[in-house]
């Protein structure tokens, strides 16, 4: 119930994507991975809400937008954990989880210094070594970039 | 592998590697096997590396193949700032198979994904060497007749030595034991420990050379440079210590063999080249008939040879 009432304090929407447990400080990344920055749907957010799981969350909700799993799954690297809830008429008539996917292409930065999709501008690319801690090898110089080290592009 | 670049050896599955290896072998046998007969390979070396380069060459000449290509990137057209996509993408039209040396780590693959002709990774900067630990893996075998159950002591720079790595990584699949010897600061990498712990492969950990061979079926020395170390008193302390000398091979296992992937410095001194276990020069050679069989393996001329 109480979940419900946070809900709506970022107001409802009639059709459209709910995306939730995004942690707090990855929002704008969320925003900027799905493209939000760049479409004329009416999105709200919310951040900050407590959640007892991951600490602050944030919510973002877009009107008239559906997603494909391919689209919701590059945000797996900011947010392992959101949830979306498919809003059809007021109504929640599906519910998506995300999925690491196994290859990670753009979003993220090499963080080998000497690799060449620092050096020569070029797509990077990764193969998701460890999927729970979302740890990414380069598919170009073989080296790890974790978590912390990960820069956004 | 047909058509297929190799750009790492991690590219390889286990089957693959040894029938690479078994092709090397024939290759030894009987050198003179004109396959590429009418092939020509570009070898492209964005970086300077002599000995590398004439191994490559001397593979080819020995296959019947031409070569064309450049060894110095000054006199290239990389110095005219034509990128590395236009080199690879105009030298495809002249060869059917490139092999490449470029300082940058990934460019490699990243030729790879853009060339129509296969590449051979000749080294990516600190990256990948395959060819290297193919002539690695060829030796070993060759030397101890298997590649399983080997004990393998490194020496030396195991932190930034990439031919360490990629041998480590390679022989992990044939269930091999492994002895670091290096100075603290050069340790190998905690990220390559816990491959072999979560493999349940046996490694120790030293930094005494003399009393830790005893037991080696190959000693691997690399090189210990004195740019690595943040502290030159440090590198000072260390540069000796490092130093394989003939009287330490006494009391080692008669089947040891000494492995240095050269060029060398004085980590081995001349005194060992002499003993019948030093293996490095040989192992030099073996890297000719490796890079033959890559090649050919490569270009599906592998019926051909005799
Ligand atoms: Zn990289």
Redesign the interface.
Known sequence: MKEDKKHLSVSAIQNGTVIDHIPAQNLFKVISILGLDGISNQITFGSNFGSEKMGRKAIVKIADKYFERDEINRIAIVAPNAKLNIIKDYEVVEKMVVEVPKEIRGIVRCMNPKCITNAEGIGTRFEVADKASVTLRCCYCEKITDPDHMEFL | MTNKSLV?I?DLSTDELVRLLDLAERFEQNPAQPVLDGRIVATLFFEPSTRTRLSFESAVNRLGGRVIGFSEAASSSVAKGE??KDTILTVANYSDLIVMRHP????A??AAEMSPVPIVNAG?????HPTQTMLDLYSIRKTQGTLYNQRVVMVGDLKYGRTVHSLLLAMAQFNASFVFISPKELQMPL?LKQFLNERGLRFEEHTELAENIKDADIVYMTRVQRERFSDPMEYERVKNAYVLRRHMLEGTKPNMRVLHPLPRVNEIHVDVDDSPKAYYFTQALNGVFARMAIMTAILGLTDRVK
């Open positions: 790492s991690n990128s590395l940058i780590e990934g460019s693959r990243w990516d900067g600190a990256n990948q990220e």
